[in-house]
T-cell receptor, first 120, second 109 residues
Framework: GAVVSQHPSRVICKSGTSVKIECRSL??????MFWYRQFPKQSLMLMATSNEGSKATYEQGVEKDKFLINHASLTLSTLTVTSAHPEDSSFYIC????????????????FGAGSRLTVL | KQEVTQIPAALSVPEGENLVLNCSFTDSAIYNLQWFRQDPGKGLTSLLLIQSSQREQTSGRLNASLDKSSGRSTLYIAASQPGDSATYLCAVEGGKLIFGQGTELSVKP
């Protein structure tokens, strides 16, 4: 089955540093990837939609200069949290849509296992 | 703007009980609805996906229904077990996947 790998699974960093999270589709090509953020005891909030070869589409209230998204290939999207602060500490989850099976109309979003960011 | 609401927010039942989780959404123009399970600190496990043209889907002890016109879905869990304890999330897709807040289920032995 389709697998999405997210790395790192956990990261601790100092305030002011930048952190990069990778999302890879291992056995399929993904033209679209989605990035979500989840605070403790809360649901997943869509941050942005990442399209291969073009700029990401950010949801209202998400700072595009703070959360840099790059989708340079059909199997890799990266989320960089720039100048991280303690309030950016959260669980970040990506999902990817299969380029081929996605055209059938069925939802073939596959989720990564998530990355827990702690900013000290 | 699509809004997804799940009721109840938390539920605690004794082992063996049948239970129903509810999900409602405001915009009926969806492609599909999906139920997920999330264990604490973990990612998502897809349980059931219902296309907009379907009324229900079943997998083992799980049955999900969809009434698109009224904007409602239910997840029925039969003969609950302690291993079913988790947070259950419903999500609707109309181009992007929008999640509800989840129902935290605890099944007591």
């Amino acid at each position: 089955g389709a697998v999405v790998s997210q790395h790192p699974s956990r990261v601790i960093c100092k305030s002011g540093t930048s952190v990069k999270i990778e999302c890879r589709s291992l056995d399929f090509q993904a033209t679209t990837m989605f990035w979500y953020r989840q605070f403790p005891k809360q649901s997943l909030m869509l941050m942005a939609t990442s399209n291969e070869g073009s700029k990401a589409t950010y949801e209202q209230g998400v700072e595009k200069d703070k959360f840099l998204i790059n989708h340079a290939s059909l199997t890799l999207s990266t989320l960089t949290v720039t100048s991280a602060h303690p309030e950016d500490s959260s669980f970040y989850i990506c999902s990817a849509r299969d380029r081929v099976r996605g055209n059938s109309g069925a939802n073939v979003l596959t989720f990564g296992a998530g990355s827990r960011l702690t900013v000290l | 703007k699509q809004e997804v609401t799940q009721i109840p927010a938390a539920l605690s039942v004794p082992e063996g009980e049948n239970l129903v989780l509810n999900c409602s959404f405001t915009d009926s123009a969806i492609y599909n609805l999906q139920w997920f399970r999330q264990d604490p600190g973990k990612g998502l496990t897809s349980l059931l996906l219902i296309q907009s043209s379907q009324r229900e889907q079943t997998s083992g002890r799980l049955n999900a229904s969809l009434d698109k016109s009224s904007g409602r879905s239910t997840l029925y869990i039969a003969a609950s077990q302690p291993g079913d304890s988790a947070t259950y999330l419903c999500a609707v897709e109309g181009g992007k996947l929008i999640f509800g807040q989840g129902t935290e289920l605890s099944v007591k032995p």
